[in-house]
């Protein structure tokens, strides 16, 4: 199975609302042509009637479940997850958990139960903690085994950014997510040694 996450910083918007399409296109041409099964897109900035009018944003044979953004506008924010039509039948639950800001599916694979996580996390620390917990008490245990991506909007380790604010790093302030992670069982498939350091890019996180 392979899974990609990408923050998009938006679909919606006056602004973007003629790039839709070539956006679209975009998405499919790099990510979807190949062996993804899973997409999860962040910050899609759609409000409910958008998502409605502007439909699914892959091609083919995909099962797209959206949670439309936040705010007055519904222009903040926004999750969506989409799986390869192969997946369809072991799809035994989707469930948008806190509005533009997390969402989950889960599939029935044999006899185990996989959660996929999506996640849009808030950027001031306080709120961060706050949604950790807030996951920590939603999500079901009755689900075996968890994948979680999505923007996490922190980084744990310095080496793990470059260029930006260096505030984004609260190690003291990471109490929440470590009960989290050891709620689900995850651990961290990042290797370090891949992480790129093109000299071209003066800012970027992994």
Same mark, same amino acid.
């Given at each position: 199975m392979?899974i @990609?996450?990408?923050n998009i910083?938006?679909f919606? *918007?006056s602004? /973007?609302? &003629?790039? &839709? *399409? +070539?956006m679209?296109q975009?998405?499919h +041409? /790099?990510? =979807?042509?190949g062996l993804? #099964?899973?997409?999860?897109?962040?910050?899609?900035n $759609?409000? +409910?009637?958008? @998502? !409605?009018?502007f439909?699914?944003?892959l091609q083919g044979d995909w099962?797209t479940?959206?949670?439309?953004g936040y705010?007055?506008?519904e222009?903040a924010g *926004?999750?969506c997850i989409?799986? /390869?039509?192969k997946?369809?039948?072991?799809?035994?639950e989707n469930?948008?958990l =806190?509005?533009?800001r997390?969402q989950?599916v889960?599939l029935?694979?044999g006899d !185990?139960?996989?959660? =996929?996580l999506?996640?849009?996390?808030?950027?001031?620390?306080?709120n %961060?903690?706050l949604?950790?917990l807030?996951?920590?008490t $939603?999500?079901?245990? !009755?689900v075996q085994k968890w994948?979680?991506?999505?923007?996490?909007n922190m980084?744990? #380790?310095?080496?793990?950014? &470059?260029? *930006? %604010?260096?505030?984004?790093?609260h190690g003291?302030?990471?109490?929440e997510?470590e +009960? $989290? =992670?050891?709620?689900?069982?995850?651990?961290?498939v990042?290797?370090i040694?891949n992480?790129s %350091?093109?000299?071209?890019?003066l800012?970027?996180? %992994?």
């Open positions: 392979i @990609i996450s990408w910083k938006g919606g *918007g602004n /973007r609302k &003629r790039k &839709r *399409g +070539r679209c975009e998405i +041409r /790099r990510l =979807i042509g993804v #099964d899973i997409l999860l897109l962040q910050e899609h $759609l409000s +409910r009637e958008k @998502i !409605t009018s439909g699914s944003p099962v479940f959206s949670g439309h705010g007055s506008e222009n *926004g999750v989409s799986l /390869r039509g997946w369809k039948n072991q799809i035994v469930v948008v =806190i509005q533009g997390a989950y889960v029935e694979v !185990t139960k996989w959660g =996929i999506n996640i849009y996390a808030p950027n001031q620390v306080l %961060r903690k949604f950790w807030q996951l920590h $939603l999500l079901p245990h !009755t994948i979680a991506g999505g923007d996490f980084i744990e #380790d310095p080496r793990d950014r &470059r260029g *930006g %604010r260096s505030s984004s790093i003291q302030k990471l109490e997510w +009960r $989290l =992670i050891f709620l689900l069982k995850l651990s961290d990042w290797n040694e992480f %350091r093109d000299k071209n890019s800012q970027f996180s %992994r």
